[in-house]
DNA sequence: AACGATCACAACCGCCACGTG
DNA sequence: ACACGTGGCGGTTGTGATCGT
């Protein structure tokens, strides 16, 4: 058993944020930066948790947010990632820096998993769907190869963080150069790929 | 036009990792 | 070594919007 929620506090506003609630932390934010979530309630005077702060900052108001439809290319990221490192949400973002966590995961829930399921079933299992492509299978197949070679529970994840810890930087070159070279068309393409066995034959 | 079903997404909850004393 | 506080993550829920009948 855990501590209470901060959000169970009695007096601790729910629910959508107003325009005036956003104006407020925004301009709080601004001019005392992001972090320390703790004392923004105090210092605002917003009666919301310092989660919900946090929360409302990172998804919606964080500047550089895009919104709106994914483009077939950030959908392909997203399948790709997935399938890479299941439902990672936060390191899938990291990779597409305009999209939040909870944007990937809600996009996922919502259409991707349909599209998935629908391409499995059409494709009776494992068959993977590129087009009438066969280099892109090859392509896959090769990939797979890359990380199953680093002989791993989780090639990706350990490439990740090997990085780092090494550099402090987003773990990008890895799985950047391998998810964005010479394949990078196959990517816009939409590789479907159960994820299930794509994760299993890696991991 | 009314109503129920479905969709889309913002927000919440619970848990975990990490830093600090 | 341990307890506690905080931030972060992923799963889930709530609710308004849209669609279909």
Redesign the pocket.
């Known amino acids: ?8 506090k009695v007096g ?6 107003t325009p005036e609630e956003d104006i407020i932390l925004v301009s709080y934010i601004q001019e005392h930066g ?7 309630p105090t210092n605002t005077g917003l009666t ?5 702060c ?3 900052w ?3 108001l964080r500047p550089g947010i895009k ?3 994914f483009t077939p290319h950030e959908e392909g990221i997203i399948i790709h990632l997935q399938s890479l ?10 990779y597409l820096p305009q999209r ?4 990937i ?3 996922w ?3 991707l998993k ?1 599209k998935i399921k629908k391409h499995e079933a059409a494709a009776d299992g494992f068959e993977m769907t590129c087009g009438t492509s066969s280099i892109c299978l090859d392509n896959m197949e090769a990939r797979k190869q890359d990380i199953a070679t680093l002989r791993l529970p989780s090639g990706i994840a350990y490439a990740e963080a090997k990085q780092g810890m090494e550099d402090d930087q987003p773990p990008l070159s890895f799985l950047e150069k391998w998810l964005f070279d010479e394949s990078s068309a196959q990517v816009d393409g939409l590789m479907y790929l159960p994820a299930d066995r794509c994760s299993n034959s890696m991991l």
């Open positions: 058993m855990g501590r209470p929620p901060c959000c169970h601790i506003k729910k629910g959508p944020w992001p972090g320390n979530w703790r004392s923004v919301r948790c310092s989660k919900s946090r929360l409302r990172t998804n919606y919104r709106g439809n490192l299941g439902n990672r949400w936060a390191t899938i973002a990291s939040t966590d909870n944007d995961k809600n996009y829930n919502t259409h349909k």
